[in-house]
C-alpha cells in the first residue's frame, strides 16, 4: 500500500476523534484516555505476530512516545469539555502547522523564513477567529473558555512530538504498541488517584473501544507505517485535511450548520499549513 493511501487512512480515523470525545464527555479524561490507549496498543500484537521484540524501544524512545500519546489525547479530551467542540478542535488542529513553524528548533539544518512567519501569523488568526466567531453569543456570555488553553497546549505536544520522533533511533511500527500500552497505564494510574470512579454502560465501552481502535489506535500505526515509506512533505500537506474533516464530521454529529466565521477559520488554518510547507520557486 503507498505512503498517501496510509496517511490518508490515519487522517480519515483521526477525523472522528472529536466526535467521539465529545459523545464521551460524561467519562473522566484520563480514563477515557487511558482505556482507549489500552485498547489500540493491542493493535500491535497482530501487527508484530506476537514478536514482542518488535515492542521494545530505547528509554528515550519511549518518554518520547508517552509524551506524544498520553499528554496530547488528555489534553485534547480536557479542552472537548471544557470550551465549544467545534472551536476548541479547530485550535488543537493547528498541530500541522506547528510541526512546520517549530522545525528549527528542533531540526538542524532547517531555518525559519519570512513565508513561515507569515503562515503562523495567519494560522493564529484563524484560531481566534474560530474562538471569538464561531457561535452565537447568548446576553451576559463570555467569550472565553478556559477550555481553549488545554486545545492550545494539546497542539503545541503533537507537533513536538512528531518532530522529536525524528531525532530518537529509529524503531518498528509495532512499537508504537509500547507507547499506548505505558501511556494508558499511565493515564488510568492517574485517574485512580485524581478523577472521581464512574459507571459505564455498555454503550460508553463500545464507544471506547471504537476509539481505541480507530483515532487512538489504528491511525497512530498508519500513520507511522506511511512516514516510513513516503516523502514526510506530501504526507504532511495531507494531514491538513484532518481539521476540514473533523469539524464537517462534528457538526453533522450536532446537526449544525457550519457558520461563516468557522468556514473562515479553518480555510485560514488550513491555508497557513499549505502556505508554510510549499516549496518555494
Known amino acids: 500500500m503507498s505512503a498517501n493511501l496510509l496517511a490518508l487512512g490515519a487522517i480519515v480515523l483521526w477525523a472522528s476523534l472529536a466526535a467521539l470525545g465529545v459523545a464521551l464527555t460524561h467519562v473522566p479524561p484520563l480514563l477515557l484516555t487511558g482505556l482507549a490507549l489500552l485498547v489500540?496498543?493491542?493493535?500491535?500484537?497482530?501487527?508484530?505476530?506476537?514478536?514482542?521484540?518488535?515492542?521494545?524501544?530505547?528509554?528515550?524512545?519511549?518518554?518520547?512516545?508517552?509524551?506524544?500519546?498520553?499528554?496530547?489525547?488528555?489534553?485534547?479530551?480536557?479542552?472537548?469539555?471544557?470550551?465549544?467542540?467545534?472551536?476548541a478542535n479547530l485550535v488543537n488542529y493547528l498541530w500541522p502547522l506547528g510541526i512546520v513553524v517549530m522545525a528549527p528548533l528542533f531540526l538542524p539544518g532547517v531555518s525559519l523564513t519570512s513565508r513561515h512567519v507569515f503562515a503562523a501569523l495567519l494560522g493564529f488568526g484563524g484560531a481566534a477567529l474560530a474562538i471569538v466567531g464561531g457561535r452565537p453569543m447568548e446576553p451576559g456570555a463570555s467569550l472565553w473558555a478556559w477550555g481553549y488553553l488545554p486545545a492550545l497546549a494539546s497542539a503545541f505536544?503533537?507537533?513536538?512530538?512528531?518532530?522529536?520522533?525524528?531525532?530518537?533511533?529509529?524503531?518498528?511500527?509495532a512499537a508504537i504498541g509500547t507507547f499506548a500500552l505505558v501511556s494508558g497505564t499511565l493515564a488510568?494510574?492517574?485517574?485512580?488517584?485524581?478523577?472521581?470512579?464512574?459507571?459505564?454502560?455498555a454503550k460508553d465501552l463500545a464507544l471506547i473501544a471504537l476509539l481505541g481502535i480507530g483515532p487512538l489506535g489504528g491511525s497512530f500505526f498508519l500513520w507511522d507505517a506511511a512516514l516510513k515509506r513516503g516523502d514526510a512533505r506530501q504526507i504532511g500537506v495531507l494531514s491538513f485535511l484532518t481539521p476540514l474533516l473533523s469539524t464537517l464530521v462534528?457538526?453533522?454529529?450536532?446537526?449544525?450548520?457550519?457558520s461563516l466565521s468557522v468556514g473562515l477559520a479553518a480555510t485560514m488554518i488550513v491555508g497557513a499549513a499549505v502556505i508554510a510547507t510549499r516549496k518555494q520557486s
Open 188 to 201: 488510568l494510574l492517574c485517574h485512580a488517584w485524581l478523577e472521581p470512579s464512574v459507571s459505564l454502560t
Open 250 to 258: 462534528l457538526l453533522t454529529m450536532q446537526r449544525e450548520v457550519p
Open 40 to 87: 489500540g496498543s493491542l493493535i500491535a500484537l497482530p501487527l508484530s505476530r506476537f514478536d514482542f521484540r518488535q515492542w521494545r524501544v530505547p528509554p528515550m524512545t519511549l518518554a518520547v512516545g508517552v509524551y506524544g500519546l498520553f499528554g496530547y489525547h488528555f489534553l485534547l479530551f480536557m479542552a472537548l469539555q471544557n470550551a465549544p467542540p467545534v472551536q
Open 157 to 173: 505536544m503533537w507537533a513536538s512530538y512528531s518532530l522529536l520522533t525524528k531525532r530518537v533511533r529509529a524503531f518498528p511500527t
